[in-house]
């Protein structure tokens, strides 16, 4: 199923009073797209403008879908969020023309970068697996070994480019690793 964003005004969710468990029902998957994935700008300045709908989490429990949003991005900051109605007004302000907006499709959206603060970088190469046998086993099956791999910087270093491609491919941008 791909994600459409239809309402304009923020969804708030309460804090789970209990861990939320993974579901067994019928999974969602959406594309998200690195800034690195969208057209390259024409301009040869360092300002990126995209169009589409922004996911915007102000504070904790609360997210809003901003849908039809313009990001101007000056530098590595943003410099402004305006409505799509005012397209016009910001690329002129910025000398841009309507070629060099970045504009989302459908289902894509922008938002802030995941995080995740534990990554064993050893133990990705078994993502989604060692469910075969108990905890301790496991480590002794697959992550020791894997630990001990990482002696060799070569192998240590591959396994972790594989790792930031497929956090960065799948919208973590911040992580602690250990390994």
Not at 12 to 25: T, V
Request: charged share 20%.
């Amino acid at each position: 199923a791909t994600f459409a964003a239809r309402a304009v005004k923020p969804v708030h969710f309460r804090r789970p009073r209990r861990p939320l468990l993974p579901s067994r029902g019928r999974r969602r998957y959406v594309k998200v797209c690195a800034l690195s994935d969208m057209a390259p700008m024409s301009t040869s300045s360092d300002v990126k403008v995209f169009r589409g709908t922004l996911v915007h989490t102000p504070c904790y429990g609360q997210m809003d879908m901003l849908v039809d949003r313009v990001v101007v991005i000056v530098g590595a900051k943003i410099h402004a969020i305006v409505h799509g109605d005012q397209e016009a007004e910001v690329l002129g302000q910025h000398g841009l023309s309507p070629n060099d907006v970045n504009r989302l499709s459908d289902g894509q959206f922008l938002m802030p970068g995941m995080i995740d603060t534990h990554v064993h970088a050893p133990q990705y190469k078994f993502t989604g697996t060692g469910t075969d046998v108990p905890l301790m086993e496991w480590l002794k099956k697959y992550t020791f070994p894997a630990e001990t791999s990482f002696q060799d910087l070569e192998q240590a270093s591959h396994r972790y480019d594989l790792l930031v491609k497929r956090f960065l491919s799948n919208g973590t941008t911040t992580a602690t690793y250990f390994g």
